[in-house]
């Protein structure tokens, strides 16, 4: 099944509607308007480009970048799908080609800087020259009981997978988007509600 922006951002609203979570709709809905205006004109610019382009989505295998991995292969481009959970990944890459597109699947896990680095070195091979980068995958924290949680590398993990990761990988990625010419390379950065949510974490060390 193919998913639309608006539709994911609708599947979003269904979710926050819950009494538990009706305090956090006021600040998503002027955030998921400006979100889906951003990433239609983002990935607009991507999509209408010509020859077909290639394109790597980190955090494809769900939400906006599930979303955005849809638009890309029905416009013609190949997509490069990221995700972290190896079967969720071949999902997409099947559903994709299933529908008529072009899809390669990369697993990784971005609170790892080592995956990270790996990642790179597996697209920029593969990819010599890569067309477009959406740094897509975030998380609010590890396991989501708001809770700190730290990596075996010594990173709090939603610093690691929502900065550190997507500054890392797009800088090993340069060479490979700076060889895209015709139009020139495109990266786009997806932001989340959560980083307005810190104070909602509860944790009992937050200067560590």
């Not at 639309?4 to 006021?26: E, F, H, I, Y």
């Not at 979303?67 to 890309?72: C, G, K, R, T, V």
Request: with cysteine.
């Amino acid at each position: 099944m193919n998913y639309t922006p608006l539709q994911v951002l609708r599947g979003v609203d269904r979710m926050l509607g819950s009494s538990s979570a009706r305090a956090k709709k006021q600040q998503f809905c002027s955030a998921r308007l400006l979100l889906l205006l951003s990433l239609k004109l983002a990935l607009g610019m991507v999509a209408t480009a010509s020859p077909p382009r290639s394109v790597l989505v980190t955090g494809a295998t769900e939400g906006l970048g599930l979303a955005a991995a849809h638009q890309l292969v029905e416009a013609g481009h190949t997509v490069l799908v990221h995700g972290r959970n190896a079967a969720k990944v071949q999902r997409v890459v099947d559903s994709l080609d299933a529908s008529g597109g072009k899809a390669v699947g990369f697993v990784c896990d971005l609170s790892s800087m080592a995956e990270v680095r790996r990642l790179g070195a597996e697209v920029s091979a593969a990819w010599p020259a890569l067309d477009g980068l959406l740094n897509n995958a975030g998380s609010f924290d590890g396991d989501y009981t708001g809770k700190r949680v730290v990596t075996d590398e010594g990173n709090e993990y939603t610093l690691a997978v929502n900065v550190l990761a997507p500054f890392l990988l797009t800088s090993l990625l340069l060479p490979s988007l700076r060889a895209s010419t015709s139009p020139p390379a495109r990266v786009v950065i997806s932001s989340s509600v959560s980083m307005g949510a810190a104070g909602s974490r509860r944790d009992p060390n937050p200067n560590p």
